[in-house]
């Protein structure tokens, strides 16, 4: 078996960590900047996860992009 | 040579997807015991000049969970030439189910499946608990084999309770899932089915999405020891999401010897490159060692709504939504509300298309009209709105109303409909076909049928796939993919699930309502055309000139260890 194969991701993410939200992610994520920034930042490419409808809120099987999307 | 069963001068195409041969085949004990030139005695021996006979068809992908409890045949999937089925996909089984638990699953159950509720309260028993339970529950009445999913919410909400909405799980709470889970599978269980997707009735998670990734990597690597089988759903209709959804899946496979099916893979206007996208990864995981396999559709995505209560195609209608939960009096009394038909008239004008979906109210025509509505059948409601210089929220609304709200209204062609650019990619031996979802949204649209339209449509009018590959891909291929065994081919040493059917005609029929449910209400279905015989464990179980037979020889596969 071919356990430790590393593809290069289509689109860099990661998955929350239990009690993450916004602010904790963007801590995590990008330490260096100033946390609200990388909250709009982080929300602007997950855009799915920020206007998700219901009550819902963001799930610890969610995907969350670290990166922008690819240009079209 | 004696037989039970002899059928000679078929045109056999044997579920390997080798060229088609012409002979005969002999049955014996419910298995398949001779094939090629034979003769002998037999009970019963049938002439097949002219016509094909296969494996039984596999259909991976169902939800007839609810209906096996009052409808062992689960009618009309055998019709089609079906002869084994998968209930509990996404996430959601009926067992394992606590007595305390069972109005909250048949809730999200009937919210994400759209099963009308008389007919859910009526037709359940509701005398198990366990998986065993509910298998013993319902296999003396099967006519059709079944290989069963096993919820991961179900199991979870076993587990946890009501906190299995609510929160991750605990170490001790995950170790005791994986013994569930090992249960469910030595009675009865194929595998587990998740979701990444899925909301429930009250518009939250359902509780396989609360699943922390540890958690989903232990359910994996029971599965993985048990030789067992994942299908999941994941974001669909984005092809970064799905990606990043096919790596993980990619991942766990590899880890734990797993092979993990999703569905659907789904083509789609808004996002007309999804399916090149996600083929292209699964192609990539595929040869670096994944058993990831997506399953695809035949047919393209028909709806039918009307206002007696939610569906689907109000999913971004709040309003309209909640209007159609509402008691029946209080329901007519909204409607001819002025204040709240403006509300409703605005969500229209702001319309946000459901995932993937091509829809446009304008488009909908009258389908199942009510007595006053009987003149406009096939009027498509931008017409009439124009004709009666009225918003388009109106038209629904008039018309439902004139027929206390008995007028069922249709949208063809929403989605997956792009036949050159499926047909390819049904033909491709790294997709596997499913998702029919066969059993759920009775009301919304007929669930069966895909594989007459996968030979009616992608075999005989596009020539996208040979008639041996397209029986290949709904038996041994699908057999291949799940793990069972024994079944999906012509071959001595297996059932005998078999079908014949006449290539020149073999088809779905049209969408009609019956109403064949446990209460008042109606469902669409498709009835076969050009299905002769089908057979399941050597016995005939559906006859095109007679119908379905009291024959109940349908198998749990894998047997209950």
Partial sequence: ?72 | MSFDLLITNARICDGSGGPSFTGSVGVRNGQIVAVGDIAGEATETIDAEGLILSPGFIDPHTHYDAQLVWDGLAQPALEHGVTTIVPGNCSLSLAPVRADHRELLGATFRKIEEMPQNAFDAGLTWDWETFGEYIAAIRGQLGINIAPLVGHSLIRLWVMGEDARKRPATDAEIAEMQEVLAECLSEGAIGMSGSWVDIDHENMPVPARLAEPRELDALCATLGEHGAIMQIVPEFWDPDLLCARIDIMADLSRKHNLTITFSPLFDSNSSPDLVDIAHERIRLQTAFGARVVPQMQTRPIDLSFDLTAPMSTFATLPTWWATTLLPHEEKLAKLRDPEHREKLRAEINNFMMPIGLDLDFADAFVKRPGKASEGLVGRRLGDLAKERGCHLADVIIDIALDDDLQTSFGLEALGHSRSDKIGHFLADPLIGIGAGDGGAHVTNFSTYGDTGYLFSKYVRELGAISIEQAVHKLTQDVARIWGIKDRGLVKPGYAADLVLFDPATIDRGPEIAVHDLPAPGYRFIRHAQGVRDVFVNGRRAYNADKGYTDTRTGAVVPEAA
Avoid: C, H, Y
């Avoid at chain 1, 991701?9 to 994520?29: C, H, S, V, Y």
């Avoid at chain 1, 998700?52 to 963001?58: A, L």
């Fill in chain 1, 1 to 72: 078996m071919l356990n430790d194969v590393t593809i290069p991701p289509r689109r860099a993410f990661t998955q929350p960590q239990a009690g993450d939200n916004w602010e904790t992610l963007a801590k995590r994520l990008f330490p260096e900047e100033p946390l609200q920034e990388a909250v709009q930042k982080l929300q602007s490419w997950n855009l799915f996860l920020a206007f998700r409808p219901g009550g819902g809120g963001m799930t610890p099987s969610d995907i969350v992009f670290t990166e922008a999307p690819r240009a079209a």
